[in-house]
């Protein structure tokens, strides 16, 4: 007994020792060819951990079944050792998949102006790298349940009934499938593409991640917003990258009838050149209102991307108000209120006849002959002219009787 653990002690030694000396010379290899190719580098360091373990993994198998071949427990440890290998070379296949798609990534920078067709590989190739790890993954569990044989016998009847499973499945898993196809479209498709700059949801964000379900918007103000893949298949945004990164931008103003737009042409000129926001490819100032008591100035500009436009703008629009501050002051916004003096004249009196001027003078009013007011006082018992015009009351005073009859 002591003799067949000691055969099967040396036995794995041995195995270890040769997956170890294999793994050794090749990682001597990629060291010697790290110092001149920058992808030799890369790939060791991505896929050493993995490689080092699938090798030293089948030095133990070798060993082990070289020792304990004839052991009844011998189809079970072979089995483990299957799922292991499984395991290890899924890492390393998971691994080296990283490594061209970092490769990938790598020579398609998005830092760079111009970077419509490097933003949509680095799309296509984040989501082929994880479909390729998801396939990888799928893949090596279902080899490593296929070693056991109730599994297989199971298999074997999925697979007979694989049209009812797929349509059950189907239904059940109804959203995720048309979210992993609506992310597949977005990707392949150049509808959207990462550091696209978009707004959706009244919201203006950088497109961060593109997953197979959901997309990461990296909000201005360094919030996330998180939409489902179906969103941008079913729902209008806008989308200011598709074409180009360029992007013009207005600033407008309310202002005095006595601006001058000549004036404030000549200096946004001056303003354009003293900054590097502006790309030079366009700069229009236009009065496009004048009502409402006020003249709207309004300025187009250009820059090179969405972030130095939103710069740009602000530059421009406190350039001009402190010109005008400064320089004009009279056009800053004013509101004018118009205040109109009336004369009143003193009322005419009754009765007096108008003369012939006066009547020239009041055409549009209408006034009664000398001859009606009189005749019409004859029957009112109006009191004198002189004192109702005034609307002074008159007292008539019967004489006092009293003293000449106390005399009488």
Same mark, same amino acid.
């Given at each position: 007994?002591?003799?067949? *653990?000691?055969?099967?002690?040396?036995?794995?030694?041995? $195995?270890?020792?040769? +997956?170890?000396?294999?793994?050794?010379?090749?990682? &001597?290899?990629?060291?010697?060819?790290?110092?001149?190719?920058?992808?030799?580098?890369?790939?060791?360091?991505?896929?050493?951990?993995?490689? *080092?373990?699938?090798?030293?993994?089948?030095?133990?198998?070798?060993?082990?079944?070289?020792?304990?071949?004839?052991?009844?427990?011998? #189809?079970?440890?072979?089995?483990?050792?299957?799922?292991?290998?499984?395991?290890?070379?899924? *890492?390393?296949?998971?691994?080296?998949?990283?490594?061209?798609?970092?490769?990938?990534?790598?020579?398609?920078?998005?830092?760079?102006?111009?970077? @419509?067709? +490097?933003?949509?590989?680095?799309?296509?190739?984040?989501?082929?790298? %994880?479909?390729?790890?998801?396939?990888?993954?799928?893949?090596?569990?279902?080899?490593?349940?296929?070693?056991?044989?109730?599994?297989?016998?199971?298999?074997?009847?999925?697979? +007979?009934?694989?049209?009812?499973?797929?349509?059950?499945?189907?239904?059940?898993?109804?959203?995720?499938?048309?979210?992993?196809?609506?992310?597949?479209?977005?990707?392949?498709?150049?509808?959207?593409?990462?550091?696209?700059?978009?707004?959706?949801? $009244?919201?203006?964000?950088?497109?961060?991640?593109? @997953?197979?379900?959901?997309?990461?918007?990296?909000?201005?103000?360094?919030?996330? &917003?998180?939409? #489902?893949?179906?969103?941008? @298949?079913?729902? #209008?945004?806008?989308?200011?990258?598709?074409? $180009?990164?360029?992007?013009?931008?207005?600033?407008?103003?309310?202002?005095?009838?006595?601006?001058?737009?000549?004036?404030?042409?000549?200096?946004?000129?001056?303003?354009?050149?003293?900054? =590097?926001?502006?790309?030079?490819?366009?700069?229009?100032?236009?009065?496009?209102?004048?009502?409402?008591?006020?003249?709207?100035?309004?300025?187009?500009?250009?820059?090179?991307?969405?972030?130095?436009?939103?710069? &740009?703008?602000?530059?421009?629009?406190?350039?001009?108000? &402190?010109?005008?501050?400064?320089?004009? #002051?009279?056009?800053? =916004?004013?509101? %004018?209120?118009?205040?109109?003096?009336?004369?009143?004249?003193?009322?005419?009196?009754?009765?007096?006849?108008?003369? !012939?001027?006066?009547?020239?003078?009041?055409?549009?009013?209408?006034?009664?002959?000398?001859?009606?007011?009189?005749?019409?006082?004859?029957?009112?018992?109006?009191?004198? !002219?002189?004192?109702?015009?005034?609307?002074?009351?008159?007292?008539?005073?019967? !004489?006092?009787?009293?003293?000449?009859?106390?005399?009488?």
């Amino acid at each position: 007994m002591l003799n067949d *653990w000691l055969e099967f002690g040396i036995a794995i030694a041995i $195995g270890i020792g040769a +997956a170890a000396l294999v793994a050794l010379i090749v990682h &001597l290899a990629m060291r010697v060819a790290g110092r001149r190719h920058q992808w030799a580098r890369a790939l060791t360091s991505a896929a050493r951990r993995a490689f *080092w373990t699938l090798l030293l993994i089948c030095g133990a198998w070798a060993g082990a079944a070289a020792s304990l071949d004839a052991k009844d427990w011998w #189809p079970t440890l072979s089995q483990v050792f299957t799922i292991a290998v499984i395991g290890a070379l899924a *890492w390393l296949l998971v691994a080296l998949v990283g490594f061209v798609a970092n490769i990938a990534l790598g020579y398609n920078p998005i830092d760079v102006p111009n970077n @419509t067709v +490097a933003r949509r590989l680095r799309t296509q190739t984040l989501i082929m790298r %994880r479909l390729a790890t998801a396939l990888i993954i799928v893949i090596a569990i279902g080899t490593a349940l296929f070693t056991f044989d109730s599994v297989r016998a199971i298999g074997a009847s999925i697979l +007979a009934s694989a049209g009812i499973i797929s349509i059950v499945a189907g239904l059940a898993a109804q959203s995720a499938l048309a979210n992993m196809f609506a992310g597949i479209q977005l990707v392949f498709s150049n509808a959207l593409r990462v550091d696209d700059v978009i707004v959706a949801e $009244g919201e203006w964000g950088r497109v961060g991640e593109i @997953t197979l379900s959901y997309v990461v918007l990296e909000l201005w103000d360094d919030r996330r &917003l998180v939409l #489902p893949c179906t969103y941008f @298949t079913t729902t #209008p945004y806008q989308h200011w990258t598709r074409e $180009g990164t360029e992007l013009l931008g207005s600033v407008e103003f309310d202002l005095d009838w006595r601006v001058s737009p000549e004036r404030m042409r000549v200096h946004l000129d001056e303003i354009l050149t003293q900054t =590097p926001l502006y790309d030079g490819r366009a700069s229009v100032l236009q009065v496009t209102e004048a009502t409402g008591g006020y003249v709207r100035v309004r300025i187009l500009v250009t820059a090179m991307d969405a972030p130095t436009l939103f710069d &740009l703008r602000c530059f421009v629009r406190e350039s001009m108000v &402190l010109w005008v501050q400064g320089e004009m #002051p009279d056009a800053a =916004p004013a509101q %004018r209120i118009l205040v109109a003096e009336s004369a009143h004249e003193p009322p005419k009196r009754r009765g007096k006849r108008a003369e !012939p001027s006066e009547q020239a003078g009041d055409s549009g009013l209408f006034t009664g002959s000398a001859e009606a007011e009189e005749r019409a006082s004859q029957f009112t018992h109006s009191s004198p !002219p002189d004192s109702a015009e005034y609307g002074v009351p008159v007292v008539v005073q019967e !004489p006092d009787t009293s003293e000449s009859n106390a005399k009488s």
